[in-house]
């Protein structure tokens, strides 16, 4: 069972790898999902809302990256450990994963790679500011 | 709420300042790279998706607004050029679902808005997305500062899940009539405050079916 909720963000590409594989399997087994997903589609066509789709376009209660650094260290109150986890692991969110990835990319490494790849996206695009 | 830091880095790139887009640059590549990443195993076509927003973000600058958080609206564009590359290479999963015209990838993708979203103005619907994000916004940092993890998770769970009441009852650990309360307490107040703005909450499905 696939939650309207979860199917509004799959149509945002905001679920995490994990759920989106989930999502895009159970919309290829299931006829009801696909009305389910095409029903959601026409309330955004009339102008409905979710306030869910608010909440995590905004990222309202994504922590701080600050937040997700000190969590990676293990020198967050346990509060707010209990809450980043949770966030991280059953909310599931897309956003501050990605952020701790690239956390735990460099605490192990600025690779010759991450600087080439860097390195590339400057040029290619640094010539934007040239052309005002 | 963008960071000052952010804010001067964007007003630096306005004056095509090279060095601030290179420091955008690696600020941000890092985390939207790991962002596409989860989504597309090809390495080289990530770092093209992870190029086109940063241009993407380049050519809309005349149109940023330096309030908004700079790092969601890098995450947004982002998401679009994800599904502009799956779109592109036949890989997106409705795709393979779709048997004709009038199927969910032709409504999911289809770039002319419908006759009825015409009717209703995208300026109307940004006004009651912001009424209603800053009221979440409020109350979320009310429970923050109260260190009140829980009823955040619940709300979280509910909304942004979609989860039953039951189902949140047991994850959390407390009783269905508490987490009740704690939505019915959660959805008047952002309903007042979608009114007070002098909008109508009847737009967000949530607010009108307690």
């Known amino acids: 069972m696939i939650a309207r909720e979860v199917l509004a963000a799959y149509l945002d590409d905001t679920l995490s790898d994990v759920e989106t594989a989930q999502v895009e399997q159970a919309l290829r087994q299931h006829e009801t999902l696909r009305r389910q997903l095409r029903g959601l589609l026409q309330e955004r066509d009339r102008g409905e809302h979710s306030v869910g789709a608010v909440w995590r376009r905004n990222r309202l209660s994504c922590p701080s990256r600050e937040q997700l650094g000190n969590y990676l260290l293990g020198v967050l109150e346990p509060g707010p450990h209990d809450y980043v986890e949770f966030h991280l692991r059953t909310i599931g969110c897309a956003f501050c994963q990605a952020n701790l990835s690239d956390l735990e990319a460099q605490q192990q490494e600025n690779t010759p790679q991450v600087q080439e790849r860097r390195k590339r996206v400057f040029h290619s695009s640094a010539g934007l500011l040239r052309k005002k | ?210």
Not at chain 2, 43 to 71: H, K, M, W
Not at chain 2, 101 to 123: G, M
């Open chain 2, 1 to 210: 709420m963008t960071t000052d830091s952010d804010r001067l880095l964007v007003q630096q790139i306005r004056q095509c300042d090279a060095r601030a887009w290179e420091h955008l640059i690696a600020r941000y590549e890092g985390r939207l790279f790991a962002f596409v990443h989860r989504r597309i195993k090809d390495l080289a076509a990530c770092e093209d998706i992870v190029q086109e927003t940063f241009i993407g973000f380049y050519t809309s600058l005349p149109n940023y607004d330096d309030r908004r958080e700079l790092q969601t609206y890098l995450f947004t564009i982002a998401s679009h050029k994800i599904t502009d590359y799956l779109r592109r290479t036949g890989r997106h999963p409705l795709q393979n679902a779709s048997e004709g015209p009038n199927d969910l990838l032709h409504l999911k993708l289809d770039d002319q808005p419908a006759a009825s979203s015409v009717a209703r103005s995208h300026e109307r619907q940004v006004l009651e997305s912001d009424a209603v994000a800053r009221a979440l916004g409020q109350l979320l940092d009310a429970w923050r500062e109260q260190g009140d993890h829980e009823r955040i998770k619940v709300m979280e769970l509910l909304l942004v899940k979609g989860w039953a009441n039951k189902d949140v009852a047991k994850f959390v650990g407390i009783s269905e009539q508490q987490v009740a309360n704690i939505r019915f307490a959660a959805v008047k107040k952002i309903s007042e405050h979608v009114k007070g703005a002098g909008l109508s909450p009847d737009v967000f499905p949530e607010l009108h079916s307690q």
